[in-house]
């Protein structure tokens, strides 16, 4: 299976200020289509996951823009360019590129406010 | 409103079997690939088993092969996960996802004796 590696794992962050989390895979995430099926997911405290980000760069609708992801082959970000208080909770990446034998997830990040 | 909603968890004994169900709403079902994913206490996300949108394919992690069965039916809108011979590892919050960008509130299972 394809190992996804992040980090930092703790992330305290001053209100304002930029944040940046990395995401290495074990192997390429390019498939064979020429895209890249790396997805960046946020869990807020007692909440879902929510996907910010799909094919490493896309957001989703309704996530601010100050969201935005990056990254190429094996090696990926996530930045938030001003932290703000509802940005607190768990950070996820996600390949989907070797679905078979399994997706896999990275650890999670854990963003705070210091 | 999109959304999915999982029911059918709780307290079984290891050995035992739970049948999940989710609910969906505002979106045609039948067009979309669709996955469980949990979530063990204090602990992050693992994908569990996805299906197509025919029901034609089924995938699953290792840990899970041969015991869970994922299934859907599309006339009802909903899509089911069938454990068996559950251990106390599968203890976690279940989620099923509409292709990772919805997902439901989750479900708990605890399996404990």
């Known amino acids: 299976d394809v190992v996804m590696t992040q980090s930092p794992l703790s992330l305290p962050v001053t209100l304002g200020q930029p944040a940046s989390i990395s995401c290495r895979s074990s192997?390429?995430?390019?498939?064979?289509?020429?895209?890249?099926?790396l997805n960046w997911f946020q869990q807020r405290p007692g909440q879902s996951p929510r996907r910010l980000i799909y094919k490493v760069s896309n957001r989703d609708s309704g996530v601010p823009d100050r969201f935005s992801g990056s990254g190429s082959g094996t090696d990926f970000t996530l930045k938030i360019s001003r932290v703000e208080a509802e940005d607190v909770g768990v950070y996820y990446c996600m390949q989907g590129t070797h679905w078979l034998p399994a997706i896999t997830f990275g650890q999670g990040t854990r963003l705070e406010i210091k | 409103e999109v959304q999915l909603v999982e029911s059918g968890g709780g307290l079984v004994q290891p050995g035992g079997s739970l049948r999940l169900s989710c609910a969906a709403s505002g979106f045609t079902l039948s067009t979309y690939w669709m996955t469980w994913v949990r979530q063990a206490p204090g602990k992050g996300l693992e994908w569990v088993a996805n299906?197509?949108?025919?029901?034609?394919?089924?995938y699953y992690v290792d840990s899970v092969k041969g015991r869970f069965t994922i299934s859907r039916d599309n006339a009802k809108n909903s899509l089911y996960l069938q454990m068996n011979s559950l251990r106390d590892e599968d203890t976690a919050v279940y989620y099923c996802?509409?292709?990772?960008?919805?997902w439901g509130q989750g479900t708990m299972v605890t399996v404990s004796s």
């Open positions: 192997q390429s995430l390019v498939y064979s289509d020429g895209n890249t099926y």
């Open positions: 299906i197509k949108q025919d029901g034609s394919e089924r």
């Open positions: 996802a509409r292709r990772f960008d919805i």
